[in-house]
């Protein structure tokens, strides 16, 4: 957390080292320093490290700094305590809960393993729906955006991440900027046949907050959490532009 914190810090680049190939349970706390409930959970992560000293690894990790693994695990709000066994993801809770509540957590691995059970892993992303049929409504629609002559931004939107709502002042900025282009904003939550469909369709595997400029039936820039700025959205959408107006080359 900051530098006053007894508890260790991972990154995207330890990650794998510190999380994946240790042994035993190594408890994640996923915050970011704007998140008001992240600092409240603070002390409880910090009494949590001191209860299950040399039996349970706490670690915190930056979601504004470490977004490879905030995708990698579907991390939609903050917090989020990831707990690991072995290397394997077996337990996950979102918000700040109380001290009971992990060590709920903590002491039901313990006792699995005491009792030589071996981990049960559970899936490290939210499953999705299936794509839709390749005549479904859904699907026609986004072909229909994807054709634009102009550069169109598909803004996908979660609107339960703090993350995302980040992301979206960000592409509310570029819109309001640029009034004359096209735009679409997808909430995850209520649109998640289309949110499939731009997958399918379009090849850009789902993110959320994701930003994608398609033009002509194709993608030409994507991008998602923090990558997504009005400057980078501004610039994705006049590349594109001038792309468009450059003259052929006689062949």
């Known amino acids: ?33 704007w998140c008001t409930p992240c600092l409240t959970l603070k002390p409880v992560i910090e009494r949590l490290a001191e209860s299950y000293r040399d039996r349970v690894t706490v670690l915190t990790l930056d979601a504004d700094t470490n977004l490879e693994t905030v995708t990698r695990f579907d991390v ?13 993801l077996v337990e996950r809770s979102t918000g700040a809960q109380s001290y009971g509540r992990y060590t709920e957590m903590l002491d039901h691995q313990l ?7 071996p981990p049960e892993p559970v899936a490290a992303a939210t499953a999705v729906n299936a794509p839709p049929r390749d005549d479904s ?12 002559a102009e550069p169109l ?32 904003i997808v909430v995850v939550q209520r649109e998640r046949p289309l ?15 994701q930003a994608i400029v398609v033009q002509g039936g194709r993608v030409v820039w994507h991008a998602s959490h923090g990558r997504i700025t ?16 450059a003259p052929q080359t006689a062949s």
């Open 1 to 33: 957390m900051n530098s006053s914190s007894s508890v260790a810090t991972v990154t995207d680049a330890d990650f794998p080292a510190r999380v994946h190939s240790a042994p035993g349970l190594v408890l994640v706390d996923v915050w970011a320093g």
């Open 76 to 88: 939609r709000s903050l917090p989020t305590v990831l707990l690991f066994a072995d290397g394997a």
């Open 111 to 117: 006792a699995a393993r005491a009792a030589g059970r």
């Open 137 to 148: 409504p859904t699907m026609r629609e986004v072909r229909e955006l994807a054709v634009s």
């Open 153 to 184: 931004v598909l803004f996908k939107h979660s609107a339960t991440c703090p993350i995302s709502s980040t992301a979206k002042r960000q592409f509310d900025a570029f819109a309001d900027a640029h009034p004359e282009g096209p735009t679409r």
């Open 195 to 209: 949110s499939n469909a731009i997958e399918d369709a379009l090849g850009v595997q789902h993110e959320s907050p």
């Open 230 to 245: 009005a400057d980078a959205l501004k610039q994705a959408v006049k590349t594109a532009g001038l792309q468009t107006a």
